[in-house]
Structure formats: C-alpha cells, structure tokens
C-alpha cells in the first residue's frame, strides 16, 4: 500500500526555470522513495498519478508559438532598400511610369515570397524532439503493471525498462540487470552506458558519468530495469534542451548585416545626391517638375533595384552547389557564413571519428599487435613492430581472438559475394571484436558449430565481466582448436572477457606466445597492468580475455565457481577510430586561417587521443573538462578558450557557452553536431552544421546545414563553396555598384553642365535590371579564384565595400561616366537637331561599357586574360543575351518611342566602339597594379 502523501511533496516540486535540478543521481534509493513519496512494490496510486498529472501538467514538451504567415511576410519588407525600392515604385506610378513601377514592384514581391518560402521550411526543432518522446510506457501503479501514454507520467511512477525502449522520462535507476542504455543522441559517447543503481558521491557529475541515471529520450539498447520518474516535460534533460533552443534567438547571418548595411548607405546616400540636385536644377532656372523626374532618375539609377533578386539567387545556385559536395542548406544566407567562418566547433563522435567501434591492438605475452584496416569490414592485417606477420606464428593471439569470438553476441551477415553486402548487427564492443576475430579468419557460424553455446553469465555492471560455456564432442581430426586437448573426449570451455584488473584477478595462469601454459607470477600480473594502462592512456577502451577448459565446466548459476583458476590470453585495446581523411582536412582549414576545436562528452584521455593522431590539438594549447568549464565565470572561459583545443566531458550548457565566448571573442563560429545534446549550440552559432547520417532529427532541424555524408572533408568543402558565394557577391555588388554610381555621374555632370539629362527614368531601369541584370547573375557562377583557400577569413566587420573595392569603383566611375558624357558631347555636337540621337549614343555606350566592364569583374585580383574569356559559359551567354536585347531597344521601331532612342548609323558606331573598352582597360590595368602593391611587402 502507497503511504499517504502529505500535502506538498517534493514530487510537487517543481523547479524554477534555469534553476539547477535536484542531484537524484547522488540520493539512495530509499531518499529518493521518500523524496518522491513512492513505493518500489506498488508504484503510485491511479488516484495520486492523475493529482499530480494534474497539478505538473502532461509529460510533453512545450513548443513556443511560431510567427504566422502574414508575419513572415511583412519582415521580408522590413529592409531599407526594399523601403527605398517601394517608394521609387509609388512615386514613378503616380507620375504615370506604370511600366516602371510594376517593374520595380515585381522584383520586390519576388524577393519577399522567397523569403517566406523559405521561413516557412524552417524552425522544426521542438518538433522533431517531440518524437523522441516515447509514445507510451509501462509503469506499475497500484501494485499492478500498466500500459500509459508517456505523457500520464508523473514524478513518483514507477516505469519498466527493457530492451528496445525509449526512456520516457527522466529516471532514478532502482533495478538495472545487466542494463545498457545508449546515450550517444545526448552526451554524444559513442558506447553505451552500463547502468547500475548504488548512488554517486559528486553532485556535479556528468551526464554522462550518471550511472544510476536514465535519461528521457535514450535507448534501452540491453538489459532491463526499472526507475523511478524524477522529472517530466520541461524539466527533463530533453525538456532543458528544448528550453535552451526556444530562448535561443536568431541573429542576423554577416551577409544580412552587411547587405542592409550597404542598403541604408545607398538609399541615404541617393536621397541626398536626389536633393542636391533637384535644388541645383532649381537655382539653374530649371523647370521643377522635369527636375523632380530627373531627381527621380537618380534614385532609381543609386538604387540597384535588381540586387535583392540577385542575392537571393545566386544562394539559391550556390545551395545547388552545395547539394554536389554533400552540404544540404536549409537557410540560404547560412551559404555564405558558412564562407567566412573562423572557427569549427566540431564533436568528435561521428564527425572526426568513424562512430564504430574498432579493435587496434591486442597485448598478448608481451607483444603489442596492431590490427589495420577499415572499422566496418573484416579486412586488415595484423603486424608487429611494423611488419605484417601470420595470425597463426603467435598461439596465444589465436587464443585471444577465439576467446573474444566465442564470448560474443554480435553477428556478421554476409552476401552472397564473400564479404560484399554484410552488416555487423550487435552491440558496438562486441561488433568491434567479432570483426576483428573475422579479420583472422574466424567466422562465428562454423565456429558455434564446432563450439556450441551451452551456458552463460552474463554481463552485470557490478561483475563487470561476461563468461560463456561452450561444449565440443568428437572434435575433427584438422581442428585447430586452441583448446582441444587429446585426453578428452567431451569437454566444456568457459569463455570470460572483462575488465582486465578484474578478470586478472581470477586467473592463475597464462597462455604464453608459444602456446604453454605458465604460472601467473606477481612480476607477469605487473606486466599486464602496465601494458593495460600504456593502452588505456591511447585512449583505447580494453578488455581481458581468459578462459578455462574442463571435462565438467561447474554449474553457472555459482559464477564464482566458474570464473577461477582462469588461464590468462591478452588485452584487447578498441577505439572508435579518426576518419582517415580527416587529418587532410584539418590541415586544409588550417591553411585557410579557420581553427578547429573538438567538442565532446566523451573522457579526456579519449579525446586527447584523438586530437592528436589527427593534427587537431596544438603545441601549447590545451584540454578542458565540463567540470573545469563550470568553475570558470564568462570574463574566464573568454580567455580561455582561445587557447584551448579540446573540451571532453560537456553538457549542453557548456556547448552554448563555449559558442558564446568564441562569439565574444568576435569569431564566426560553426558548430557541427548530431545529437539531441548539440541543438543548442547549433542554433546558438552562427551556423549550425549537423550531421545527415547519424544525425538526429532534432540537429537536423535545428541546425542551418545537413551534411549528407558526415564527412568533415564536406564541411571543409562547404567552407570553399561558402567563400566563393560570398567573393561572387561582392563580385556582382562591385559591378553594379560601379555601374550604378557611373549612371548617377553621368546625369549629375551632365546637370552641372547645363545639359538635359542623357539618359531617362526607364533607360536607367532597363539598365539596371536587364543589361546589367544577367552579367550579375553571370557573376554569381563564377567557380572561385584559384587562392580562394589560401586566404584567412574575412574579418567580421569588414564591410562589403572595403577600401581596394571603394578605389576600384572610383575608377570605373571615372572610366564609365568618362566614355558616356563624351560619347554624348560628340552627339550633342554632331547632330545637335537630333537630341535623341546623342541620348542614344550615350545609352549604347553606357550599355555595352558595363557589359564588357562584367567580364573583368569576375575577379577582383585575377586578370581576365588568366581566367580565361570563354571560362564562364553562363556569362558570355549573358553577355550575347544583354547585347541582343540592348539592339533590340535601339533598332526596333515599337521600342523607340517607348525607350526614347534613335537607330545608330555605321559612322556613329565608329565614335562608340573606341569608347566602349576604356572601363575594362582601367579594370585590368587597376587590378595589376593592385597586385603589384600587394605584392611588395612580400618581396621585402
């Protein structure tokens, strides 16, 4: 019978937001029954389960309300240049320019419903870990096993766990037999976790390090048990992630800065040339109105009315890119911060490492043999100092790889082609030591056939070793048993793998190189403990494999019986192993200024290990530890973690603060990660990068990019990609700006003059949008300067228009503006009855110049002549497509009127084409001498 709960009890407790939770792992069972006001025979009533359901609320995660369509939309308009880009709309409609502004309006709804598009995909987080949760669960209330939603849990039930299930809540362990529960999607440790139920000593243990804990949202992957509900909803571990990444808000991406930025530079600065030089035209005697509609010329020709669509585009080309080196965006401006990132965060498990178990070394009398080949298949070979030797001229390596064989649940299925087509299906450890027996030769099906299982003890977290009983009747006569002993003709082998500081302990021989059996000295027991602590401090995760043969192997329900007198074989040492690409990969961000830091919740030693065999942790720089992290205030982490490499054994917050210090330090910051315990740090980066094979839904839909092979060469691959997007950008931003600024010279000089304006409203619209429209989009498919990652990250805060590009502008500025007024002053002179014959001049010239002036602006440093002219097939197309359309305006009688142009003679054509090739001349000549001056500190 359940004791009568008093009126508030600590299971009614429910914590303050950000507080800390209570430390359960650290009660006994006995506190945490009282604690809880429960019972471990008869669980909570169904009377006090639905009294504290009701006053917790459900078991369920709390998603935050998401903005709504018209929102969505009405914060794609919330950008200056769109504002500035509205108004020229309305100001032109009112003047009677329909055409104008509808042009204007399109691009502007255009730009606006592919940001909602693509609003409307994103955000999905909460949603996915919502199906983590377990959809029902079996619990004992009122003495009696029950089947509930998960959601009816309360703190106080009862829950059975057994192989299979999802945690469905946060529990305290008070019955773990033989239970194994996988807790990589939370902690990101690649094996699973032995849980037992004695309590721990620290409170501020890690999650990880929490044995008597299981954690709403892992695996059951073993075993059973069962557990007491600590904490539901929002207050489980899950619940606090989900916490994190609902407060965590969204920062504008480096390319939106700068781009609204350059917008509100623009459109301030074309309202003040407007006004200049509509006040100018007024003290010239100029008529008001025809001043206004220059005025309004102006700032449709500052205004790069195309440049929103463009950008938009060009990332959309560029996420198609991106899908060709595995890198699926979610968020098309994450393209580009992807390009200026300064620092990877990146977790080990899955991303640096193979996330698989693999045996690399096997101890045995003395010898270390190392074991090569791939973690996933049984190919490799097996050498000893460096020279590949037989399995069979070392026994007791034999021994070793048949003991861990037959002690063994894990099954390679093979295909029909030999070893083509075959999985591993098992736990991790043990999928790692059959692929390792089957790289000697040893298959499980003949072997279990010749060794048929009989009995077994198995494995309990508190024994911390596993033993199996196998029978062998009238053995063959070329049987090459380890085992097989001529006195007997029925005999039982006893199988046992463990610790090694345990099982040494039951052993009292060993099996020495040359297959005799001797003595276990003290001086051999040291040996092994030695050689077991050198490998463990290779951060490889060892086991001790003994055996024992008799005629009448003892009954197994006495362990202790069994598991004596056992003849010691070797250390088997496993890793989860680095990928071995990975260390290519590091070296190429290196190059490229972008610092790697390893993010795990795996121990130190394993991932100093790691660290170092890939190149990862440099020479001064150091480890850090979660507990370390918790002691530090934020003016500390800032500093250090600058200097640090590795941080093991971290807990979601740690994650988010080691963003944010890195953030604080005025890094552009990616963070990769696959599991449920890396979402909010991903969202808390500036991109999050998750991982598309083995990562969780709720990375994936947290996280702006999805790796689709989770290869870190991708990553470093996305990096260029990213950098070649946003060096397109400003490639198109310096073009149109160069063009655009050209344009508002050539009407303001020509003003100043006293001349009419050479060129109209809609001339300057048609430039903008489709002249100069195709060679930008052109641009935005450039394939990247051949230094693109030689070159450091960008600092943060340059801006677009940085000082060699405010130079250039200038002297296309001059150039254009140069060719346009004389081609025009020539007209003027030549034909002075026909005014708009000069206008047409000066068009045709201004047209073509920015046409010619696209191709040297596809690199800002490189010459035209090293690119090649015909290397961008998408912009000679644009160019051909820009010079059509562009005769079609001059030469086709309905477009005259329209566009106020003439059709050009031969002769007068002959005044324009000399002009035409004095911007990309200044281009070319502008960016050898560029270089030249770059080049000279270097030569000094």
């Known amino acids: 019978m359940n004791p009568t709960?008093?009126?508030?009890?600590?299971?009614?407790?429910?914590?303050?937001?950000?507080?800390?939770?209570?430390?359960?792992?650290?009660?006994?069972?006995?506190?945490?029954?009282?604690?809880?006001?429960?019972?471990?025979?008869?669980?909570?009533?169904?009377?006090?389960?639905?009294?504290?359901?009701?006053?917790?609320?459900?078991?369920?995660?709390?998603?935050?309300?998401?903005?709504?369509?018209?929102?969505?939309?009405?914060?794609?308009?919330?950008?200056?240049?769109?504002?500035?880009l509205i108004v020229a709309s309305v100001v032109s409609a009112i003047l009677g320019d329909y055409f104008e502004a509808?042009?204007?309006?399109?691009?502007?709804?255009?730009?606006?419903?592919?940001?909602?598009?693509?609003?409307?995909?994103?955000?999905?987080?909460?949603?996915?870990?919502?199906?983590?949760?377990?959809?029902?669960?079996?619990?004992?209330?009122?003495?009696?096993?029950?089947k509930v939603p998960s959601r009816e849990l309360v703190p106080g039930d009862l829950v059975i766990l057994e192989s299979g299930n999802y945690t469905p809540a946060d529990l305290r362990l008070v019955e773990a037999v033989n239970l194994r529960v996988d807790e990589s999607a939370l902690t990101g440790e690649s094996r699973t976790v032995n849980k037992e139920t004695s309590p721990l000593e620290s409170a501020d243990a890690s999650l990880g390090d929490r044995m008597n804990m299981a954690y709403s949202g892992t695996l059951v992957a073993g075993g059973r048990g069962r557990g007491l509900v600590v904490a539901t909803g929002m207050q489980t571990e899950l619940g606090r992630i989900a916490g994190m990444i609902s407060e965590i808000e969204d920062e504008e991406t480096p390319l939106q800065l700068r781009l609204d930025q350059l917008g509100?530079?623009?459109?301030?600065?074309?309202?003040?040339?407007?006004?200049?030089?509509?006040?100018?035209?007024?003290?010239?005697?100029?008529?008001?109105?025809?001043?206004?509609?220059?005025?309004?010329?102006?700032?449709?020709?500052?205004?790069?009315?195309?440049?929103?669509?463009?950008?938009?585009?060009?990332?959309?080309?560029?996420?198609?890119?991106?899908?060709?080196?595995?890198?699926?965006?979610?968020?098309?401006?994450?393209?580009?911060?992807?390009?200026?990132?300064?620092?990877?965060?990146?977790?080990?498990?899955?991303t640096l490492t193979q996330n698989r178990m693999s045996v690399t070394r096997v101890w045995v009398d003395g010898r270390m043999v190392e074991i090569t080949g791939p973690g996933d298949a049984p190919t490799g070979e097996f050498k000893l100092d460096g020279e590949t030797i037989a399995v069979d001229s070392i026994p007791s390596l034999t021994t070793a790889l048949w003991v861990a064989a037959l002690n063994n649940d894990a099954v390679i299925e093979r295909g029909s082609n030999g070893d083509a087509g075959f999985r591993v299906v098992g736990e991790p450890t043990e999928a790692a030591l059959m692929l390792a027996a089957a790289k000697a030769g040893v298959w499980k099906d003949p072997l279990y056939e010749a060794y048929p299982r009989i009995e077994e003890i198995p494995f309990d977290s508190g024994r911390k070793r596993m033993t199996t009983i196998h029978s062998l009747k009238a053995p063959r006569a070329d049987d090459a048993s380890p085992f097989y002993d001529q006195a007997m003709s029925e005999w039982e082998v006893a199988a046992t793998k463990g610790a090694p500081e345990v099982i040494l302990e039951m052993c009292?021989?060993?099996?020495?190189?040359?297959?005799?059996?001797?003595?276990?000295?003290?001086?051999?027991?040291?040996?092994?403990?030695?050689?077991?602590?050198?490998?463990?401090?290779?951060?490889?995760?060892?086991?001790?494999?003994?055996?024992?043969?008799?005629?009448?192997?003892?009954?197994?329900?006495?362990?202790?019986?069994?598991?004596?007198?056992?003849?010691?074989?070797?250390?088997?040492?496993?890793?989860?192993?680095?990928?071995?690409?990975?260390?290519?990969?590091?070296?190429?961000?290196?190059?490229?200024?972008?610092?790697?830091?390893?993010?795990?919740?795996?121990?130190?030693?394993t991932a100093r290990a790691v660290a170092e065999q890939i190149g990862l942790l440099k020479p001064g720089h150091e480890i850090a530890t979660g507990r370390e992290l918790a002691e530090m205030d934020d003016a500390a982490l800032r500093q250090h973690v600058m200097q640090t490499?590795?941080?093991?054994?971290?807990?979601?917050?740690?994650?988010?603060?080691?963003?944010?210090?890195?953030?604080?330090?005025?890094?552009?910051?990616?963070?990769?990660?696959?599991?449920?315990?890396?979402?909010?740090?991903?969202?808390?980066?500036?991109?999050?990068v998750a991982m598309g094979i083995t990562g969780t839904d709720v990375a994936k839909e947290t996280a702006?990019?999805?790796?689709?092979?989770?290869?870190?060469?991708?990553?470093?691959?996305?990096?260029?990609?990213?950098?070649?997007?946003?060096?397109?950008?400003?490639?198109?931003?310096?073009?149109?700006?160069?063009?655009?600024?050209?344009?508002?010279?050539?009407?303001?000089?020509?003003?100043?003059?006293?001349?009419?304006?050479?060129?109209?409203?809609?001339q300057l619209l048609w430039l903008n949008l489709i002249t100069d429209g195709a060679p930008a989009l052109a641009l935005g498919m450039e394939k990247g300067d051949p230094d693109t990652m030689e070159k450091p990250p960008r600092p943060p805060d340059e801006p677009i228009i940085n000082r060699m590009m405010r130079v250039g502008i200038t002297i296309q500025t001059v150039a254009i503006t140069g060719a346009t007024l004389t081609a025009y002053l020539i007209g003027l002179r030549a034909f002075p009855e026909h005014a708009q014959i000069a206008e047409t001049m000066a068009f045709a010239t201004l047209s073509f110049s920015e046409l010619l002036r696209a191709f040297t602006a596809r690199?800002?440093?490189?010459?035209?002549?090293?690119?090649?002219?015909?290397?961008?097939?998408?912009?000679?197309?644009?160019?051909?497509?820009?010079?059509?359309?562009?005769?079609?305006?001059?030469?086709?009688?309905?477009?005259?009127?329209?566009?106020?142009?003439?059709?050009?003679?031969?002769?007068?054509?002959?005044?324009?084409?000399?002009?035409?090739?004095?911007?990309?001349?200044?281009?070319?000549?502008?960016?050898?001498?560029?270089?030249?001056?770059s080049a000279q500190p270097a030569a000094a």
């Open 645 to 688: 490499d590795v941080f093991a054994r971290v807990s979601p917050e740690h994650k988010v603060r080691i963003v944010d210090a890195l953030k604080a330090n005025r890094q552009v910051v990616a963070m990769t990660g696959d599991g449920v315990n890396d979402a909010p740090a991903l969202k808390m980066s500036d991109i999050g």
């Open 508 to 605: 009292s021989r060993y099996q020495s190189a040359d297959d005799t059996q001797r003595p276990l000295t003290d001086d051999l027991r040291s040996n092994i403990l030695e050689a077991n602590e050198k490998m463990a401090q290779q951060a490889l995760r060892v086991l001790a494999v003994a055996y024992r043969v008799e005629a009448d192997v003892p009954d197994p329900s006495q362990p202790e019986a069994v598991e004596r007198d056992l003849i010691f074989v070797g250390l088997i040492g496993m890793i989860d192993p680095p990928r071995p690409e990975v260390r290519d990969a590091l070296k190429s961000a290196e190059r490229a200024g972008i610092r790697t830091v390893m993010i795990t919740g795996d121990y130190p030693d």
């Open 859 to 933: 690199s800002e440093t490189f010459s035209l002549f090293r690119l090649g002219f015909f290397s961008n097939r998408a912009m000679v197309l644009a160019g051909l497509s820009s010079l059509v359309l562009l005769l079609v305006v001059v030469y086709v009688p309905i477009l005259e009127p329209i566009f106020d142009t003439y059709p050009l003679t031969i002769a007068q054509w002959e005044i324009i084409l000399p002009l035409l090739v004095v911007p990309s001349v200044a281009a070319e000549l502008t960016k050898w001498v560029m270089s030249q001056r």
């Open 102 to 146: 509808g042009a204007i309006m399109a691009i502007v709804v255009l730009n606006a419903a592919l940001g909602v598009i693509q609003e409307r995909r994103a955000e999905q987080a909460l949603a996915a870990l919502r199906k983590l949760a377990a959809p029902d669960a079996f619990v004992i209330r009122g003495g009696h096993r029950r």
């Open 704 to 762: 702006d990019m999805v790796l689709t092979d989770d290869n870190y060469v991708s990553i470093v691959s996305a990096v260029e990609q990213g950098r070649i997007i946003y060096a397109n950008i400003r490639k198109f931003v310096y073009y149109l700006l160069s063009c655009n600024v050209a344009e508002i010279m050539t009407i303001f000089l020509a003003i100043l003059l006293g001349l009419p304006s050479p060129l109209t409203a809609i």
């Open 264 to 350: 509100r530079v623009l459109g301030w600065g074309a309202l003040a040339i407007c006004g200049a030089v509509f006040a100018l035209g007024w003290v010239r005697g100029f008529d008001p109105l025809e001043m206004f509609l220059v005025a309004v010329s102006l700032a449709v020709a500052a205004v790069p009315e195309g440049l929103p669509a463009v950008v938009t585009i060009t990332l959309a080309l560029g996420m198609r890119e991106m899908i060709t080196r595995n890198a699926l965006i979610r968020r098309l401006s994450s393209v580009e911060t992807l390009g200026s990132t300064t620092v990877i965060c990146s977790d080990k498990t899955g």
């Open 5 to 84: 709960p008093p009126a508030v009890t600590a299971a009614d407790e429910e914590p303050a937001r950000g507080s800390a939770p209570r430390p359960w792992h650290t009660l006994a069972v006995d506190d945490v029954i009282d604690a809880l006001t429960t019972s471990l025979e008869s669980g909570l009533s169904a009377q006090e389960a639905d009294r504290r359901l009701a006053r917790l609320g459900p078991n369920e995660l709390q998603e935050a309300p998401r903005p709504g369509f018209w929102q969505n939309l009405i914060a794609q308009f919330n950008n200056f240049i769109v504002i500035v």
